[in-house]
């Protein structure tokens, strides 16, 4: 196999790795105290003592707590082929609890018909934890959430029937990452794979592993988002910047990759911004200090034609063609109104604001290209 | 699946229709059978091959992005995480990544929430396209599935991909060898979500915007891409329900550079078109750098601006640049300040009404606006309903007995007081608050009044402009009456006057005027009305 289709064919084995939770979450779960293992011991245990249970799983956005809720239920399910149904619910998709009920009716298979009808609210998890209680079949309950307080918006009787049991999921440590990494980029030495690449493809990863300004770059990117499906998204655009050329990863992907993710969108907005658009933001800018408490486009215009008057400035635009500069920043969502449509004033009347911060402003009148220079002026006094 | 829902859609049909259907039914039969049925061919973008370069020459200025692109979307049949195309308005998001789809020949399905403006239009809308359901008359422009609810959605979504996915998968192994044209390569469906700012305004947008967001965790298919195309950026989407954001890919705003080697393509004449662009870019890009606006400026100042060509045949490249631009220069100017102006007639005879218009200077100041005149027709008695509007919106209600009296104008008969310092101020005071507050309300008695007393001062013939006009004023006809309240209406639809609040103590609507105070003094000037005469100026 010709060495262009060698390395094509490892960027793909690793896109599709990062594209499989199941396959990242499995380093992370080896360990006999992980979530994964507790979880699973918790459920088998009411399985095989035919009791109720009900677990919580809370732990920030992309924190893998499905992905070791689906590795533990597909064990299970092959360890017990028949014992188990499964019904998924998901907030989202099933906002309203008779469209929950229709949904649990049809992954049993049953024919549909109202249960439970006319409770209060919260009726679903309620009756779901009476009904273990009461009824002779058994459940595990077990929801998953990513706020960490979700425990306090149940009711409160809902609360006194949940068994308290938590599974909190962290960040993951240093260790874990590292070993993470190793895990998905470490090509098959098998004979899946050309044997003398994947051997030099791991070598070099091991080098870059090793590397203090590599762990640097990890560290700087988990500082930022701790969360596993986080660190995904990183190493993805890592594989898709890393080019056919270099046979291997390189240092420079990662870099370019956390470039590419840290992104300031405030300023790049500043800089997309037209020059009049400008004189339009640091007019606003002005009356804001003046502490002028609110001040609407005509508010603008008025200070505009002074900044005009007093510096003799080359940009002096008619009052349409300010206005349409005024929209457009509307539409980028550097300024706003502050009012709610109240009594439909037009445009020009309706108080405005800023949406940027005078700092962010100031930086984004330095990085632009052939500002004007009285416009920097005019944000210092 | 149990027996769903193909809903037929009672329709009304007219009555020629009905009595058609008896008579010709089988010529509309035949036509209605030949009509297009689709395949998973429709499934790709279409049109020829694009190859890569073609690609990046018919988008010079966007190779970065488009590369960045391409390496995420990855090989044929390699999954792939969200991403999410963000840049103004105008920079080629939606054109790049459908053309990109079309290089690549990869099957996509393609929804915007600009036509899909509710989730249900959205949901069936992409069914419609998984499902190669195509609506016409047979099926009575009905969808194939209807869809309301996420859930829904989400089942009937995962069925229609998995039996496309299965479908490409078979048509793959089959052409493995020799590729049949038109056909879509690999496994893997696209969906492709355009104008996703839309969706915040959106009825239930709390729960809408985290479910598309989170689509592709849902579904939980390593066969299906996902591209959000956005006008604003990925932080003006927070929500407090959980989901990863996808990665970001940004489109910035052209520079000058780019937009000098967009409008250069497919110029004829290259080189007077780049004379004509190094005089006109620069200033123009100060106002704004969009593609769209820019090109139909352009469009008319390149006319103007090759208007003296013909008597220079025989000069040098130099020479001809200078004469050109000498010519051209007073125009920047102008029409730097009327460059988001659509003109309201073509713009040849725009040219020819200007030239009679104007005997001497070229060259006006910024705000020729005041000595224009009025460019659409209103009836006279809209123009006097929307000047006594303007009135009651501008001035106090009290003022209304002094000064639409017997004797209008007697205001500038009065004594002039010399200004003192506390009434300057005073007086800027409330310019400001003019300004400020803006149009205030009144009530429809008022403005009815208000019309009244000026249409009564009204007397003798008529402009010849206004022969054809059905009004009379005579006061004291109830047909008269009536015929003001359609006025008004019609005024209300137009948004010259507005509907505002309605009055706290009694309950009855107030309405605004709209208008500014230069339109107002035009309406008045086309009516030899002296409006300034009843201007409240404190």
């Known amino acids: ?381 | 699946m149990g027996k769903e829902e193909i809903q037929q859609i009672t329709r009304r049909t007219t009555r020629s229709f009905s009595s058609s259907s008896a008579t010709g039914n089988e010529a509309v039969k035949t036509k209605i059978s030949e009509s297009y049925i689709p395949t998973l061919k429709d499934l790709v973008f279409g049109g020829n091959h694009l190859s890569y370069d073609d690609l990046l020459s018919s988008f010079p200025t966007r190779g970065v992005q488009i590369s960045q692109i391409v390496h995420l979307l990855g090989p044929l049949n390699s999954p792939m995480l969200p991403i999410f195309i963000y840049g103004g308005a105008s920079t080629g998001k939606t054109s790049i990544i459908l053309q990109i789809f079309r290089h690549l020949n990869r099957p996509l399905v393609y929804a915007s929430y600009r036509t899909c403006y509710s989730p249900c239009l959205f949901f069936e809308s992409i069914l419609n396209q998984l499902l190669l359901h195509k609506k016409n008359a047979v099926n009575g422009y009905s969808s194939s599935k209807r869809c309301e609810k996420p859930s829904d959605f989400v089942n009937l979504l995962r069925e229609s991909l998995l039996s496309v996915i299965g479908d490409l998968k078979v048509n793959s192994g089959k052409l493995s060898s020799n590729k049949l044209p038109g056909q879509p390569n690999g496994s893997m469906v696209y969906l492709i979500l355009d104008n996703l700012e839309l969706v915040r305004n959106w009825d239930k947008s709390s729960t809408i915007l985290p479910f598309m967001f989170s689509l592709y965790d849902i579904l939980k298919m390593p066969e299906v891409g996902l591209i959000y195309i956005s006008n604003t950026s990925p932080d003006t989407y927070y929500s407090n329900v959980g989901y990863v954001e996808p990665i970001p890919v940004y489109f910035p705003e052209y520079t000058e550079e780019d937009l000098r080697q967009i409008f250069l393509r497919n110029q004829e004449n290259r080189k007077l078109y780049l004379s004509f662009l190094d005089v006109v870019l620069k200033p123009f890009c100060r106002v704004t750098r969009r593609v769209d606006e820019l090109s139909t400026a352009f469009s008319s100042l390149f006319r103007k601006y090759c208007e003296p060509l013909n008597d220079l045949e025989h000069v040098s490249y130099e020479e001809m640049k200078r004469r050109l631009f000498s010519h051209f220069q007073p125009h920047i100017a102008l029409s730097l300040n009327e460059i988001f102006q659509v003109p309201s007639w073509p713009p040849l005879e725009v040219e020819s009404n200007k030239e009679k218009k104007r005997k001497s200077s070229i060259r006006k100041s910024g705000g020729c606006e005041d000595f224009a005149e009025l460019d659409f027709h209103m009836s006279t008695s809209a123009k006097y309903l929307l000047i006594s509007a303007f009135l009651a919106s501008r001035n106090p209600a009290t003022l209304d007995a002094s000064l639409f009296d017997s004797t209008a104008g007697s205001d500038s008969h009065k004594r002039k007081r010399k200004a003192s310092v506390k009434s300057l101020e005073q007086k800027e005071a409330a310019e400001q608050e003019l300004l400020m507050k803006g149009p205030g309300t009144f009530p429809l008695e008022r403005l009815l009044a208000i019309f009244q007393c000026i249409s009564s001062v009204v007397e003798g013939p008529l402009d010849e402009e206004n022969e054809n006009d059905v009004l009379r004023f005579e006061s004291g006809d109830s047909g008269f009456m009536s015929d003001v309240l359609m006025q008004l209406s019609s005024l209300c639809n137009a948004n010259f006057i507005i509907k505002g609040g309605s009055c706290p103590l009694e309950g009855s609507t107030r309405y605004r005027s709209m208008i500014t105070e230069d339109m107002a003094l035009k309406v008045a000037r086309s009516l030899k009305f002296p409006l300034p005469n009843y201007l409240y100026r404190r």
């Open chain 1, 1 to 381: 196999m010709g060495f262009q289709s060698q390395v094509e064919k490892a960027k793909n084995l690793l896109r599709t790795r990062l594209c499989n939770p199941n396959f990242i979450i499995k380093p992370l779960s080896d360990s006999p105290d992980s979530n994964y293992c507790k979880l699973k011991f918790t459920i088998s245990s009411s399985i095989t003592e035919a009791c109720n249970n009900s677990i919580l799983l809370v732990g920030p956005r992309g924190s893998g707590k499905i992905a070791v809720l689906e590795l533990a239920l597909n064990d299970l399910l092959q360890e017990y082929p028949d014992t188990i149904s499964l019904i998924r619910l998901n907030g989202l998709l099933h906002s309203d609890e008779n469209c929950a009920f229709k949904e649990i009716a049809k992954q049993l298979c049953l024919e549909h018909h109202l249960l439970f009808s006319k409770m209060g609210k919260q009726r679903l998890l309620y009756s779901l934890l009476d009904a273990m209680n009461t009824v002779t079949s058994q459940a595990v309950v077990i929801g998953v959430s990513c706020r960490l307080d979700v425990d306090q918006l149940l009711e409160k009787r809902i609360r006194s029937r949940f068994s308290h049991r938590k599974l909190l999921f962290l960040p993951p440590s240093k260790e874990d990452v590292q070993r993470l990494l190793e895990h998905v980029f470490s090509l098959p030495t098998d004979s899946s794979f050309p044997h003398d690449y994947a051997a030099q493809f791991n070598g070099k990863l091991q080098n870059l592993l090793a590397d203090d300004r590599f762990k640097e770059i990890i560290s700087s990117y988990l500082d930022l988002n701790s969360t596993i499906n986080h660190l995904v998204r990183f190493l993805f655009i890592v594989v898709s910047l890393w080019e056919s050329k270099s046979g291997f990863l390189s240092l420079e992907n990662f870099k370019s990759a956390l470039s590419s993710i840290q992104r300031q969108p405030k300023q790049e907005c500043i800089k997309d911004c037209s020059i009049l658009e400008l004189y339009i933001l640091v007019c606003m800018k002005r009356l804001e200090v003046k502490e002028q408490n609110s001040y609407n486009f005509n508010s603008v215009m008025k200070e505009y034609r002074s900044v005009h008057d007093s510096f003799q400035t080359s940009d002096y635009y008619a009052w349409d063609v300010c206005l349409r500069s005024f929209e457009r920043l509307i539409q980028r969502e550097l300024i706003c109104f502050t009012d709610n449509r109240a009594h439909g004033q037009s445009v020009e009347f309706r108080p405005v604001k800023l949406l940027v911060s005078y700092v962010e402003l100031q930086g984004g009148l330095k990085s632009y290209r052939s500002c004007p220079i009285i416009l920097q002026k005019l944000m210092d006094h």
